[in-house]
């Protein structure tokens, strides 16, 4: 008898979830519009002069995603993080109608690393006023971002020139050849005319090479972020050599360990397995008191590769203006 009970009780609640689920679709319910934003093209900023020319050499980038931003007129919501496809394009439901605030930040992923996405700082962001509607789909056509007018580039090697800007790092024999060389072959640039490379036979190949010059910065915000496009069939490790104080004994920090990705069987037109990259170097920065520093690199070739290699470009140093 008490089995009984409980099954009748069982029932009885399964109906009225039942009902209780009618419920939620009952009365008008509402339909979203959807945009279809058609990605970013980076061009000059015509307000702001870093000295050399914004071509397309130095404009390279690596957007993935987007931070959306919503208003109706009220207060602006964050609406999430969102990846491009493939071919740049993306396309969002929106419980919004009428007419829509909207703010498009561009989002790289610091470090190379999916869970670094944010928004990049010295990317200008898309503001726009839409009049959306129900079911139907507005498109935002690709638009045009540059660097912010308040962005400083501290340092930048382009390798254009003769003049080679690194040197192997003082624990090499003073006798040894410079480990990093310019590289003019065509197979091997893809930006200008020249690019940077250092090359590693085995994991016994335990070298640094590392920036004549020294870099500092005035920017009060600690925010500082290498750029850089590379092409590599081996790991690498990018950091900074310094000092915390005058009194102190220099040291060397690794920033982050970038992985190999060049295949041997990519196309002509796969631009050479090139990739932009965005690392962070304020966190490292720090535990030398945001003082001046050089920049270094080193082949981590643990298989072996008798043919390793790491081709670099467009290295820039991205910080803000004094100030900040």
Not at 261 to 286: C, H
Request: some cysteine; aromatic content about 14%.
């Amino acid at each position: 008898m008490k089995k009984r009970y409980i099954t009748f009780a069982w029932i009885i609640a399964l109906i009225a979830m039942t009902f209780a689920s009618c419920d939620d679709f009952e009365g008008e319910q509402q339909m979203p519009s959807f945009i279809k934003i058609e990605g970013f093209n980076l061009v000059a900023n015509p307000n702001t002069s870093f000295g050399f020319p914004q071509d397309s050499s130095f404009l390279t980038s690596d957007i993935t995603e987007i931070a959306l931003y919503a208003s109706d007129g009220k207060e602006q919501k964050t609406l999430g993080i969102y990846t491009l496809g493939e071919d740049g394009t993306l396309n969002i439901p929106l419980l919004y109608k009428g007419k829509t605030y909207l703010e498009i930040r561009p989002v790289v992923r610091l470090n190379g690393m999916n869970a670094t996405r944010t928004y990049y700082p010295f990317y200008s962001s898309i503001l726009d006023t839409l009049d959306l509607k129900e079911g139907e789909v507005t498109i935002i056509p690709k638009r045009d971002i540059s660097y912010t007018d308040n962005t400083k580039i501290e340092k930048r090697f382009f390798f254009e020139d003769t003049f080679n800007p690194f040197e192997n790092a003082s624990n090499i024999d003073s006798s040894a050849e410079n480990h990093f060389v310019l590289i003019s072959s065509s197979d091997s640039v893809r930006f200008g005319n020249k690019c940077g490379g250092f090359y590693s036979t085995s994991s016994k190949d335990n070298f640094k090479v590392i920036s004549k010059d020294s870099i500092s910065s005035s920017t009060r915000s600690g925010v500082m972020v290498l750029e850089l496009d590379y092409c590599a069939n081996i790991p690498f490790e990018v950091g900074i050599y310094g000092k915390a104080s005058s009194s102190s004994q220099s040291y060397y920090i690794s920033s982050v360990r970038m992985s190999a990705n060049f295949k041997d069987s990519y196309k002509p037109n796969d631009a050479r397995n090139w990739q932009k990259m965005y690392i962070t170097l304020g966190k490292v920065w720090e535990n030398i008191n945001h003082n001046a520093f050089q920049l270094w690199f080193m082949p981590y070739n643990s298989a072996n590769n008798p043919k390793g290699f790491v081709h670099i470009d467009n290295i820039k140093l991205v910080t803000y203006k004094g100030g900040k």
